[in-house]
């Protein structure tokens, strides 16, 4: 079965980190560009970061720009997003997402579940 | 930064057509795509590549896109299509998706 599995949400104070997985299987991970798109509370999807399928180009929403870092492991059909320096405004669902096409940020036809991650203030 | 702009909200009978818009400067330039989120579910994508349907979404579904606007069409309208709809596009290093489009059927 395709899936794509995130882990690594939870609660952290204001200002620390958090380190989230997600792990893909059933597809060829390494050909496509892959995403992060998170979701607030009762708000709107809101991409968060996109990497290329070598992980030699890394690309953010202004919103995390300096405190987010992706990248990932083709070897284990990891994609990693690191987060610090984290606000109560981060509090949200992240998804973990795949474009259609491979080597593009593109649409996102395969989703994951998500991982909640809540920012106490 | 590159916006999208979608109405909050669309309301339609059911057997009717709703039509839900996403307005972007020179958006008929770029792809756009439509997803539909249930609640407490992943978006599923609907639409991609202005026009096309995914295998397994239903001919109700369509889409254009042009000038400034891309539009997201639902014939017959079922109650199962009650849901938020989002339009998104990309470059080479952002993606955008618009503010979501509550869609009731009543």
């Known amino acids: 079965e395709v899936q794509l599995l995130e882990s690594g949400g939870g609660l952290v104070q204001r200002g620390g980190s958090l380190r989230l997985s997600c792990a893909a299987s059933g597809l060829t991970f390494s050909i496509y560009a892959m995403s992060w798109v998170r979701q607030a509370p009762g708000k709107g999807l809101e991409w968060v970061s996109g990497i290329s399928t070598s992980g030699g180009s890394t690309y953010y929403a202004d919103s995390v720009k300096g405190r987010f870092t992706i990248s990932r492991d083709n070897s284990k059909n990891t994609l990693n997003l690191q987060m610090n320096s984290l606000r109560a405004e981060d509090t949200a669902v992240y998804y973990c997402?795949?474009?259609?096409?491979?080597?593009?940020?593109?649409?996102?036809?395969?989703w994951g579940r998500g991982t909640l991650v809540t920012v106490s203030s | 930064s590159y916006e999208l702009t979608q109405p909050p909200s669309v309301s339609v009978s059911p057997g009717q057509t709703a039509s839900i818009t996403c307005s972007g400067d020179?958006?008929?330039?770029?792809?756009a795509c439509w997803y539909q989120q249930k609640p407490g579910q992943s978006p599923v994508l609907v639409i991609y590549?202005?026009?096309k349907r995914p295998s397994g979404i239903p001919e109700r579904f369509s889409g254009s896109n042009s000038g400034n606007t891309a539009t997201l069409t639902i014939s017959g309208t079922q109650a199962m299509d009650e849901a938020d709809y989002y339009c998104?596009?990309?470059?080479?290093?952002?993606?955008?998706f618009g503010g979501g489009t509550k869609l009731t059927v009543l």
């Open positions: 020179k958006l008929g330039d770029k792809d």
């Open positions: 590549q202005d026009v």
């Open positions: 998104q596009t990309w470059d080479r290093s952002t993606v955008v």
């Open positions: 997402a795949k474009p259609r096409e491979g080597a593009v940020l593109g649409a996102f036809d395969l």
